[in-house]
Nanobody, 130 residues
């Protein structure tokens, strides 16, 4: 299973970006069976959860630091999950990673845990200038 993120770039504070993550190489499973998440890692800091979305997209979670500014969505027909980021702040500067579970019926309280996700992308750099 391969996850490829795109959409990261340099943007001014207050601006917007949309990140995409395409999943390929599923062996017998479908993208729609997987819960997906976005994590980020800022320089000198540990990786942290940003958002997660269940396989039916009616289960969506956000970290407090991005709630109200970021929106996660998925298009199962395109094997893609998106992260729409609005009102960006310099503290949003980080490498953003996409992650996927195996078959998972419900994320529940496991949504913010890195161990929940078995597959990871290489990341895309988002830099927000002040």
């Amino acid at each position: 299973v391969q996850l490829v993120e795109s959409g990261g770039r340099l943007v001014q504070a207050g601006g917007s970006l949309r990140l995409s993550c395409v999943v390929s190489g599923d062996s017998g499973r479908t993208f729609g069976d997987r819960a997906m998440a976005w994590f980020r890692q800022a320089p000198g800091k540990e990786r942290e959860i940003v958002s997660a979305i269940g396989r039916r997209a009616n289960e969506i979670y956000y970290a407090g630091s991005v709630k109200g500014r970021f929106t996660t969505s998925r298009d199962n027909a395109k094997n893609t999950v998106y992260l729409q980021m609005n009102t960006l702040k310099p503290e949003d500067t980080a490498i953003y990673y996409c992650a996927a579970t195996n078959d998972l019926g419900f994320l529940g309280t496991a949504w913010p845990n890195e161990d929940t996700y078995l597959y990871w992308g290489q990341g895309t750099q988002v830099t927000v200038s002040s």
